[in-house]
Nanobody
Framework: QVQLVESGGGLVQPGGSLRLSCAAS????????MNWYRQAPGKQRELVAT???????NYVDSVKGRFTISRDNANNTVSLQMNSLKPEDTAVYYC?????????WGQGTQVTVSS
């Protein structure tokens, strides 16, 4: 079982920045591929960013150049640095991983970009 707990969401003005963090339980964090998803009201959940155990990253086109995913294996955390935020980034952001055929989700953290 893997428990994921997100933090760092909030209200920010357009052009601002936020840093989300996800703390994971367990001793095998370093081998997990970790993902950040988001779900805006009335829309499907979307994969935003991925980081593999080896540190390879991938992003959805809409956030490339603005968001950065990183991991700290010593502290079992994955982060999402979000810069130049836009109103369309408003969503609940979820931390996610898949391990031995099981998908794990955090509870989500709300990000609202509004003036």
């Amino acid at each position: 079982q893997v428990q994921l707990v997100e933090s760092g969401g909030g209200l920010v003005q357009p052009g601002g920045s936020l840093r989300l963090s996800c703390a994971a339980s367990g001793s095998m964090f370093s081998i997990y591929t970790m993902n950040w998803y988001r779900q805006a009201p009335g829309k499907q959940r979307e994969l935003v960013a991925t980081i593999t155990s080896g540190g390879t990253t991938n992003y959805v086109d809409s956030v490339k150049g603005r968001f950065t995913i990183s991991r700290d294996n010593a502290n079992n955390t994955v982060s999402l640095q979000m810069n130049s935020l836009k109103p369309e980034d408003t969503a609940v952001y979820y931390c996610n991983t898949n391990f031995i055929g099981t998908t794990f989700w955090g509870q989500g953290t709300q990000v609202t970009v509004s003036s």
